[in-house]
């Protein structure tokens, strides 16, 4: 983390499921957290013995986390008032980092605090990763919050480049980039699942359907990442006029594949706002 924090900083992680448990292991295998002053709190027995494994102390005391000068705050955005709860008041010495969906960093220190006296309490930085990151190729949005430095926004990037790639945005941006980045894996799930139903509709066994639409999306996603193409340039590489793909684009235009996208993304946005109400 920053030479403020220092290496030997406390580090809490409040909440270790899936996304926890990968920022976690990741940040202890690439060094940069360091495991003997790290703490996971989490009700699952399991988890708390993965997170031992890796070297952290592990309990389901939540006050344990009272004294991190860097707090994960993984839970979800419905048990956000019980663990706060739980963790107590927070001074403005720990800067937390949400990765919540829907909850602004104004009302996760005004929650935090002791006293009503706002401007003591924890400082706040929000990310939002994907589940990409149980493989090191999450996308994460990091914003600036309430009552953060520069220094703490650098210590998230930092953190959450363990886990993939970081980018920085505008903090009222968040709800977007729950639809952009965090719930954004699915949508190409969707993709996958339809084109391996498809497959074995045309023939194809269920192993053999699923390796194609599998390395057919990895692939293209490859492509796009290192070729100077935006997407619609490459889509317009591979379609040929009155081929075979064209003859398929047709139909995605046809049923409202861009607008359902939107809708979509929109969907996702606005529950997001919702889960913070």
């Known amino acids: 983390m920053s030479e403020d924090h220092g290496d030997s900083a406390n580090i809490?992680?409040?909440?270790?499921?899936?996304?926890?448990?990968?920022?976690?292991?990741?940040?202890?295998?690439?060094?940069?957290?360091?495991?003997?002053?790290?703490?996971?709190?989490?009700?699952?027995?399991?988890r708390r013995a993965e997170a031992s494994g890796l070297g952290a102390r592990a309990t389901d005391d939540a006050a344990a986390a009272r004294g991190a000068q860097l707090l994960v705050l993984a839970v979800k955005p419905q048990h956000f008032l019980e663990a706060a709860q739980a963790i107590g008041a927070l001074s403005h010495a720990t800067c937390v980092v949400s990765v919540m969906a829907g909850w602004s960093s104004a009302t996760i220190r005004a929650t935090l605090v002791a006293g009503g006296d706002v401007d003591r309490g924890p400082r706040v930085v929000r990310a939002m990763p994907n589940m990409a990151a149980?493989?090191?190729?999450?996308?994460?949005?990091?914003?600036?919050?309430?009552?953060?430095?520069?220094?703490?926004?650098?210590?998230?990037?930092?953190?959450?480049?363990a886990i993939g790639t970081a980018v920085e945005i505008r903090e009222e941006l968040m709800d977007a980039a729950v639809a952009a980045v965090g719930?954004?894996?699915?949508?190409l799930y969707l993709l996958a699942e339809a084109q391996i139903s498809a497959g074995e509709t045309m023939g194809f066994d269920a192993a053999t359907a699923r390796a194609m639409a599998i390395q057919s999306i990895l692939g293209a996603a490859t492509l796009l990442a290192h070729d100077g193409r935006d997407p619609a340039q490459l889509r317009a590489a591979v379609t040929s006029a009155g081929g075979t793909t064209a003859a398929a684009m047709r139909v995605f235009e046809q049923g409202g594949f861009t607008a359902m996208v939107a809708a979509a993304?929109?969907?996702?946005?606005?529950?997001s706002v919702e889960l913070g109400k």
Do not use: K
């Open 183 to 187: 719930s954004a894996p699915a949508y």
């Open 134 to 161: 149980q493989v090191g190729v999450s996308m994460t949005a990091i914003a600036r919050g309430a009552g953060a430095t520069s220094d703490d926004v650098a210590d998230a990037v930092r953190l959450f480049s």
């Open 12 to 46: 809490a992680f409040v909440g270790c499921g899936n996304l926890g448990m990968a920022i976690l292991s990741r940040a202890i295998r690439s060094e940069v957290i360091d495991p003997a002053t790290t703490v996971v709190i989490e009700r699952d027995a399991e």
């Open 265 to 271: 993304m929109e969907a996702a946005r606005a529950r």
